[in-house]
Structure formats: C-alpha cells, structure tokens
C-alpha cells in the first residue's frame, strides 16, 4: 500500500467588517446572525465528513482557521470550535494550529483565549508600515494597532507570528516598501508572507485605476520590490522557501507546505477548496445556500473533480515548482516531448536541474505560472 499522505485541515471564515477596495475573494459582513449561522452550518460539515470517515482514521498535521477574516468571530466561540475539531478528528501531537487575523480585531485578552484554547500560529495582515499605503486599497486599521497585535500575541504565548505584506501597492516606492520591511523585522516575526498586489476585476481598486483615481502598478518596479524583500530578509536570517513566504529556521508553514507537497487536505466553509486521496473539490460561494444545504444534511459541495494519476502529477509540478529548493526530477520528463520543453526551459535560464531536482531559476520564479503550464 502506497504512504499515505500527509492531512490538514482548513477553516475558511468567509466574514470581513468590511471590504478592501482590491479584494475579490468572496465574503459577507460580519454580524452577529451571519457568525451564527456559519457556525451552526460549518459544526454540521464537520459531523457529516465525519460520519463519511473521509479522512480515514489518519491524524491531521495541521489546522488552519483563514478567511476572510477569522478574527471577526469572538475568540470565545473561535476556542470552541477548535475543541470541536480536535474532538471530532486525530491530531498529531504537534498538530500547527493557524489563525489569521486582522490586527485591528484582536485584543490581549482575545489572544490568550486563543492561545489557551492550542492555536499556536497567528498570521497577521500587516500588508504595509507605511499608513499613507492604506489608502488607495482601503485596507483599515493603523500602523500602531499592528504592532500592538504582535505584542500582544506575544505576551498571550504565541511565538510563531507570521506578518503579511503587499508590495506594488499604488504611489508606493522602493524606498518606502524597504522601510515597511525593516519596520516590520523590528516586530521580530518568525514568517513573513510578501504579496505582489495584482489588479483583480471588478474591484474598487480596478475601478479607481481606470478612472485615474489611483495610479496603476508598475510591473517593473514590483520585481524590483520583490528583488529587494529577498535581500533585505535573507540579511536578516529569513529564508524563501516559497515564492511569496520567507521564514526563520524551523518556521516554515507546515500548512501551507501540504499545498505545494502534493499533501492532502479538507477545505470546510462557504467557497472552502479540498484535496483529498486524488479528488479535488470545492465548496459553494454563497453563505445562504451553504447552510440551506446543510441543514438538508447535503454536503454544500459545488465541484468535484476526481483527477488521474498521470493529472495529480501534472499538479504536483505545478505546485511544487513554487518551492525555492523544486520538485523531484521524477516528477518531470515522463516523456520525450516534455523532455524536450524542458530542455528548452533549461537553455532559456528559466529551469535548472541539480542532483535529484529541478527548481526554478531567479528568472523562472517571475514566470512560475507559465513555466508550469508550459510543461503540460
Ligand atoms: S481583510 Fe482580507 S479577505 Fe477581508 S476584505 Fe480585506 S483583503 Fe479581503
């Protein structure tokens, strides 16, 4: 029997106070009714997942509460329905249990709650230490409520914190994004994510753009930024292992890991993605039609795709690529004609085989996506 593969699970909270002008994900506002009812519905997903044994007695390596924004749900209720999974499913004993949250929806007493309750990473979104950068992409919230969440987190026990960051972001140089870095290691996180901004349609962000409202990104200048988080973090003790993620020795997200390892993982909430034994799936993107379905003991389940095994190598690549030290040269060069693009990747300085691997070059790593296509 093949090992099995490593298992964690998401929470995705699809509440927000309030939406920032370049994000499309989908979500509702928090209020009281809506945490109710997405909590009430998402205990039900649990139990039927449960009672279908799909995670075959295997233990989860990790829990991610993301969203959305998870922190909009009171700490008490968050602690709660940690309880619930943890009596619901095998966890390992190190089990890594993320929350993301919005600096500006924490308070000390909230973190130790959480932290008491085994959450033992917090991801928070900085996204810049800059205010004047706030602006233009409607994020809320202040620079020094940042800085008081890590130190709050901190005092409440948590002592793996990641800081998310945006780069590209309108009017904002490569001077000002280098400050925002060297403020934001005076935090002493131990993972920090940096985001390119991209121009998603229908945004108010994208809106503003075409109008002339707010200037639009410069793709040069955005390399240039992500050229220098490398420096700057590498200086300061950080490795990239991922083309976004940068963390200190031994704090690479074991969650986020499962995704460009070809691990498994269960997806639970409104719009929620699953990987689970070569099938992938995903959930519904309407809170409203979630839970009716739910309540009919319907799994809210819009798309199921179950993939071949020569489509979960395909995907394997493509994800794995992301990671700074490649995949497994068996992933690649199955046959003659992907041999020979891969070659020709090799020759364009976008590809590099070493020993048993094959990663992306500083080059390729621009182009990751279309590297990976190329492959397939
Ligand atoms: S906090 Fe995050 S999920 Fe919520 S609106 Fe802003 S970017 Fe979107």
């Known amino acids: 029997m093949p090992p099995q593969r490593d298992i964690g699970l998401y929470i995705h909270v699809p509440l927000c106070r309030q939406r920032c002008h370049f994000c499309a994900f989908y979500l509702e506002i928090a209020t009281p009714a809506r945490i109710e009812s997405f909590l009430s519905a998402l205990e039900r997903e649990l139990t039927l997942y449960h009672q279908q ?66 959450f033992n990473r917090i991801s928070l979104g900085a996204e810049s230490m800059a205010p004047q950068d706030f602006i ?113 020795p031994g704090n690479a997200c074991r969650h986020n890991l499962l995704y460009w390892t070809d691990g498994d993982y269960l997806g639970l909430g409104p719009s929620a993605q699953s990987y689970v034994a070569g099938s992938r799936f995903g959930n519904i993107a309407h809170l409203d039609t979630y839970t009716s379905q739910l309540e009919n003991d319907q799994l809210p389940v819009a798309d199921r795709l179950p993939l071949s095994v020569e489509e979960q190598r395909r995907d394997a690549l493509i994800f794995g690529l992301r990671l700074l030290n490649g995949i497994p040269n068996s992933l690649t060069a199955d046959d003659q004609g992907q041999r020979e693009i891969l070659n020709q990747l090799i020759a364009k300085g976008l590809i590099v085989e070493e020993g048993t691997r094959t990663r992306l070059t500083p080059l390729g790593r621009r182009f990751a996506d279309s590297v990976a296509s190329e492959l397939f």
């Open 53 to 118: 044994n799909l995670l075959d007695e295997r233990a989860l390596q990790s829990i991610y509460f993301g969203g959305g924004t998870p922190t909009t749900i009171p700490s008490q209720q968050l602690a709660a329905l940690l309880d619930r999974i943890r009596n619901t499913y095998l966890v390992t004993p190190d089990v890594e249990v993320t929350v993301e949250a919005h600096p500006s929806t924490v308070t000390l007493s909230d973190l130790r709650v959480l932290a008491e309750a085994g």
């Open 136 to 248: 233009p992409i409607g994020r809320p919230g202040t620079i020094s409520e940042t800085e008081q969440a890590v130190a709050n987190a901190r005092t409440a026990g948590f002592s793996n914190i990641n800081l998310d960051l945006m780069y590209g972001l309108p009017g904002q140089s490569l001077a000002s994004w280098t400050a925002t870095l060297q403020s934001l290691l005076a935090l002493d996180p131990t993972h920090i994510s940096c985001y390119a901004l991209t121009i998603e349609d229908h945004t108010k962000l994208a809106r503003d753009i075409a109008t002339g409202l707010v200037p639009a990104p410069d793709e040069a200048l955005q390399i240039e930024m992500g050229e220098a988080a490398e420096t700057v973090l590498a200086s300061a003790g950080f490795t990239r292992y991922e083309i976004s993620n940068y963390a200190k």
